[in-house]
C-alpha cells in the first residue's frame, strides 16, 4: 500500500484540477445542446391513397426505402389527392406527409395551412376514355352522356370542372356519378356509363387496360398548349405513338394530354433532415423514365403551386447533404446538428487545455511549497532571542522540525515530483544542521 502512495499521475488533483473547468464547460456544452434543434423521429406517418392504388404501392415504397435508415413509415389509406391534402394541414391529425395532386390548392391556401412541397414526383394525365364512330375533338361533344369521375377525395371532380368552364360548361352539362374507378370501369365496359374520367399515373393498370380494350377511344387534348396557359398546374405531356405496343401500333398516333403532377406534400413542421432523406428515396423511385417523362425529369421542384421547402430547394441545386454521401442518415444529421456544440467544445476546450495543466502542477506543489514557510519560521525563532533563554528555544525549534520532517515523510505526491519532495527533505536537514550549528 506504501508503493501506491507514488505514482506517475494523482487522481485526486486531477479531479480538483480538472472537475470544475469539466463541469463548466460540460453545463455550457448542456446548455447549447438545449436549444439546438431535436433529432428527427424514428417513426412518419405517411397517407397514400385507396389500398392497393399506385399512391399506395408509392407509399409503400417510400416505407421500404426510409427503412434502410432505421425510419419507419406508417402507411395510411385514403380516398386520395383531396383527403389527403386535408389530413396533412389538420394539426390534430397524425399524418406528416402524403401525395397531393396538383391544382389542389393555391399558393396562398397553402402558405396559410402551413403545406410545403417536396417536389413533384411524376405525371398524372387526365385519361379521357369513351366509345363512339367518331373521334370527338371538344369537350363541348361529351355534353349529356353519362360521365364517371370517381370518388370525391381523388380530385378528379374538380379537375374536371376546371376543364369544363374553360369550355364555357358546367357540371350540370353532363351526367355525373362518382364510382370508385374499378366499378366505373366495368359499367363504362357494361354500357352503364358512356364516358371514364380519371386521373393517374402511366402505369395504372385500368388505364393500360382501356387502352387496349377495341373500340375504346382515348380523347385527345388538340388544344393542350392553350389549356395549359389557363391553368398553368397542368403539363402538356405526349403518350407516343406504340408505347403501349409497339408491334400492334397501339396507339396508332400520338396523343395530347393534360397531366397535373403528384406532389409530395408535408406539413412545415415536418423535421428538415427528413426532407433530404424522402427526396433521396424519390429519386430512386421517380427517377426512371416512363411513358411520359424522360430520365432523371423527376423529381422536381416544378409543377407545384405549393411551396417548395428551403431543404428541397437546397436539394436540388446541390444534391444531398455533404455528410450524408459519406455517412449513415443518423451520424451525419448528429454531426449537422451538433456542429454548433462542437464548435462550442473547441473554442473552450483550447484555452481550458493551456490553463489545467498548470494549475495541476501548482496543486502537487503546493504540498511541498507551503512547508517553506514553517521552515522559516523555525529558521528565524533564534533571531533575537535573550542568551538566557537561547537553549530553551532550540530545543523546542528542534522538536518542531522533527515533527515537520515526520509529516513531510507522509506526503504522497507522483514520481515525476519526487524530486522536489527529496529537496525539501535535503532542506530540513539542513535548518537542523544551522540551528546545532548556533549553540
Known sequence: MKKLRFTLFSVKDAVLAFGPMTVLLLALLFATWYFVEPAPSHTVD???????????????????????????????????SLENMAQIRDMDSVIDIGFVQSGSTNQEEAQAQGLISLGSLFYEPVWIFYRSKKEFDSIAQFKGMRVNLGPDGYGVHKLFSQIVDINGLNDGDFQLSQLDNPIGTAAFLDGKIDVVVMSAASDSLLVQMLLQTPNVRLFDFAQAEAYTRRLPFLSHVILPRGIVDIGKDLPARDYHLLAPTATLVAHES???????????????????????????????DRFTEIPVAPQAEKFYRNGPPFLQRYLSFWMANFLERMWVVLLTFGALALPLSKVIPPLYRWRIRSRVYRWYGQLRAVEMALDHVDPAERDQV??????????????????????????????????????????????
Do not use: C, M
Not at 55 to 75: G, P, Q, R, S
Not at 397 to 410: F, H, S
Open 46 to 80: 405517411f397517407v397514400g391513397g385507396q389500398e392497393n392504388s399506385a399512391y399506395d404501392a408509392f407509399a409503400k415504397a417510400y416505407a421500404t426505402e426510409l427503412a434502410k435508415n432505421d425510419i419507419k413509415v406508417v402507411v395510411h389509406h385514403s380516398q386520395g
Open 270 to 300: 415536418l423535421h428538415p433532415a427528413l426532407v433530404s432523406l424522402f427526396l433521396q428515396a424519390a429519386k430512386k423511385i421517380h427517377g426512371n423514365a416512363n411513358w411520359l417523362s424522360d430520365q432523371a425529369e423527376f423529381p422536381s
Open 394 to 439: 532550540l530545543a523546542q525549534q528542534l522538536q518542531r522540525l522533527d515533527e515537520i520532517e515526520e509529516k513531510v515523510n507522509q506526503i504522497s505526491i507522483p514520481l515525476s515530483f519526487a524530486d522536489e519532495l527529496y529537496g525539501l527533505r535535503s532542506h530540513i536537514n539542513f535548518v537542523r544542521q544551522r540551528l546545532r550549528n548556533a549553540a
